[in-house]
């Protein structure tokens, strides 16, 4: 197979991730200093930035959501979801976990609570905003800055037939320059900001499992032991790339989750139980309490290190992992509502998440106040690493569970690796997921490569470092498609408004009013319609074709046996014209309790012959209409569309190009 690269992409953004990495390289005995550097500089001059960033990014999505935005549809109007609503609440449930819950789930509280910003360390009040703090990194806010990507990417590309990547929601703003440099640019800093966000988890990982293999087998911790696991794993992830094993690390991935489930309902079930379910409700509570302050709380009247040194890195973490996890979620999402979208994305994960750190981090709290008096809370701050497999020693089967922590993060390293770099091949191939196989072979080589590499530079500072970079360009890019999305539904809203009649463009006037009158008490069968199409519709849109064919413009009719015809006429830099005719069969109309109850397949089908355009807006029943009818509406409906591209510079709807492929 042939490369798909994009060269104005794939070469300018493997030059910047090669040019930033080489500074830890070229410079090793100062690599720890200059990333220090870097990152203060980063965090101190942009920090505020972040924060303000996520905070507007949350606002938006719960704006789309609670508006009349939110009845907009992934898709055209009448587009039915392509997973059923449990099959996809529990995909968005699976898209929540991965390398960073195992590597924090312990660490983290532990860490809020024995080195806390505020309280005084290892109190009740401590452990109380330990899980606060927690909640609030791992909360709602996250999964913003997912939902922007994920609706952006959904919204466009399958409401407007534009490709599946990040430069697409910026056709609302600068419309067919997306196919330019500033498109180019949008997908180098999507690609560059992917790259080091995977990176820092594998870095993450790799980290937690050689602690998990010291403590199982005695194997050192030492960066050449983390480097050789890089190696193996990426080998395996290889494997799966070169061999297309896509059923089966699918399958893997859904038995890693069920085995993540279990481990959690293991510490459930042997830990303080009823305490947690306690505090996983109180939890809840200080969270929703402290949500808008800890939004926008930067401790500038009294400066912290702990700011920059957990929710800055954190939002900056996100922000880099957004293009990621928002492709996922816009590929299962399309027929979805924006309403059914950002909530789902925002509290389905969340939840989860709340849950797996309340089990394992109130459990670790719990352990450390009682038996383990402070013990837990020294060994986490020596090596956060380690926070897991120490966790576990104070629970039944330490060994069992050891290992299978271990397991988890293998499978999850593999998993990420495989499809981060399906992710960044796509998009370096301009949306196109067709691609050979050496292409998503470098992404995984690379992604490895950047992880081994920052870690034997400047260990987990390096990686941090490398997102915060990566993630400050990119948070531009995620406030402009937040107000690109905000375009483009305002846009469709105008849109939907002047059809919400649903209504021909010309009154129907071939025929006398007994005629009509026959035509109204006659309810049309599947034959009817089909006749319709065939020997009124089809002759009527052909003549159509003939003249604007005549006239210059490269008018098409594809046509269907027992299906559509449809009318095209191509169009530069605005949708494409069309006008079709489509059979339509839908259940009658129930008006009694039988009715009612009986399925829809049992229920008398009405047919229509249905109006569809460009916009996938729901169309009109012409059954009936004569052909001087049809050729009149469809006149009129291009005379109108004419009107509008005309006005494209200050109308914005008249530019969504729905027929773009």
Same mark, same amino acid.
């Given at each position: 197979m042939t490369s798909k690269i994009s060269p104005p992409v794939f070469f300018p953004a493997?030059?910047?991730?090669?040019?930033?990495?080489?500074?830890?390289?070229?410079?090793?005995?100062?690599?720890?200093?200059?990333?220090?550097?870097?990152?203060?500089?980063?965090?101190?001059?942009?920090?505020?930035?972040?924060?303000?960033?996520?905070?507007?990014?949350?606002?938006?999505?719960?704006?789309?959501?609670?508006?009349?935005?939110?009845?907009?549809?992934?898709?055209?109007?009448?587009?039915?979801?392509?997973? &059923?609503?449990? !099959?996809?609440?529990?995909?968005?449930?699976?898209?929540?976990?991965?390398?960073?819950?195992?590597?924090?789930?312990?660490?983290? &509280?532990?860490?809020?609570?024995?080195? &806390?910003?505020?309280?005084?360390?290892?109190?009740?009040?401590?452990?109380?905003?330990?899980?606060?703090?927690?909640?609030?990194?791992?909360?709602?806010?996250?999964?913003?800055?997912?939902?922007?990507?994920?609706?952006?990417?959904?919204?466009? !590309?399958?409401?407007?037939?534009?490709?599946?990547?990040?430069? !697409?929601?910026?056709? &609302?703003?600068?419309?067919?320059?997306?196919?330019?440099?500033?498109?180019?640019?949008?997908?180098?800093?999507?690609?560059?900001g992917t790259v080091f966000g995977i990176a820092t988890s594998l870095g993450l990982g790799v980290l937690q499992m050689n602690a998990g293999l010291n403590y199982l087998l005695g194997v050192p911790e030492a960066v050449w032991v983390q480097v050789l696991l890089i190696a193996v794993v990426m080998g395996a992830a290889t494997v799966s790339v070169i061999t297309g094993l896509d059923v089966g690390v699918r399958r893997l991935s859904e038995g890693n989750l069920a085995i993540a489930i279990l481990l959690m309902l293991f510490v459930l079930a042997v830990g303080p139980t009823t305490f947690l379910f306690k505090a996983f409700i109180q939890n809840i509570g200080a969270y929703l309490d402290d949500l808008l302050p800890r939004t926008f709380t930067l401790y500038a009247y009294e400066p912290r290190a702990w700011i920059s040194d957990w929710t800055l890195f954190y939002w900056a973490w996100w922000i880099s992992w957004s293009p990621f996890v928002g492709m996922f979620i816009a590929r299962i999402s399309r027929g979805r509502t924006v309403r059914e979208f950002v909530l789902g994305v925002l509290f389905v994960p969340s939840t989860f998440t709340f849950f797996w750190m309340t089990v394992f981090g109130n459990s670790a709290i719990s352990l450390d106040l009682g038996i383990a008096d402070g013990a837990l809370a020294r060994d986490v701050q020596e090596n956060i690493s380690v926070a897991l497999f120490q966790f576990f020693e104070y629970l039944p089967l330490s060994s069992v569970t050891s290992a299978l922590a271990v397991a988890l993060v293998s499978v999850f390293f593999v998993t990420s690796a495989d499809s981060g770099s399906l992710v960044v091949d796509s998009l370096a191939s301009g949306g196109n997921d067709d691609t050979p196989v050496w292409q998503r072979l470098y992404w995984c080589v690379v992604q490895g490569s950047v992880a081994a590499l920052l870690l034997m530079a400047g260990g987990l500072v390096g990686l941090q470092t490398m997102t915060l970079i990566a993630a400050l360009p990119f948070s531009v890019i995620l406030l402009l498609l937040a107000f690109g999305l905000l375009r483009g539904m305002q846009a469709d809203v105008a849109r939907l408004t002047e059809h919400r009649q649903a209504q021909p463009a010309i009154a129907v006037r071939g025929a006398n009013w007994q005629t009509r009158l026959g035509a109204i008490l006659h309810e049309p069968n599947k034959r009817d319609v089909r006749r319709f199409i065939d020997h009124t519709a089809r002759p009527a849109l052909s003549e159509v074709r003939d003249e604007l064919v005549r006239r210059g413009l490269a008018a098409r009719l594809d046509e269907e046996d027992g299906g559509p015809a449809i009318l095209t006429v191509p169009a530069e830099g605005v949708r494409d014209f069309v006008y079709g005719i489509e059979p339509i069969a839908q259940p009658a109309m129930a008006f009694s309790a039988a009715d009612t109850r009986a399925s829809p397949e049992g229920r008398r089908m009405v047919w229509s012959a249905r109006t569809l355009f460009s916009d996938g807006s729901r169309g009109y029943d012409v059954i009936g209409f004569t052909k001087a009818d049809l050729l009149s509406d469809v006149l009129a409906q291009f005379e109108r569309y004419q009107i509008l591209t005309q006005a494209q510079s200050t109308q914005l709807y008249t530019t969504s190009p729905a027929a773009r492929t």
């Open positions: 493997s030059g910047i991730i090669a040019a930033l990495v080489l500074v830890g390289v070229l410079f090793p005995r100062d690599a720890e200093r200059i990333f220090s550097a870097a990152q203060a500089f980063v965090l101190d001059t942009f920090g505020w930035f972040y924060l303000l960033a996520v905070g507007i990014l949350l606002f938006a999505v719960l704006f789309f959501a609670l508006s009349r935005f939110g009845r907009l549809k992934l898709g055209p109007d009448d587009a039915e979801p392509d997973y &059923p609503y449990a !099959s996809w609440l529990a995909m968005l449930f699976a898209a929540g976990m991965g390398i960073g819950l195992m590597f924090y789930a312990v660490a983290e &509280p532990i860490l809020h609570y024995s080195v &806390p910003p505020e309280a005084e360390p290892r109190t009740i009040l401590a452990a109380r905003q330990a899980m606060e703090f927690t909640f609030f990194h791992w909360g709602v806010h996250a999964w913003a800055v997912y939902a922007v990507v994920g609706l952006s990417l959904a919204y466009f !590309s399958y409401r407007y037939n534009l490709p599946l990547t990040i430069r !697409s929601g910026f056709y &609302p703003l600068i419309r067919e320059r997306i196919d330019g440099p500033i498109g180019h640019a949008v997908d180098v800093f999507a690609i560059c």
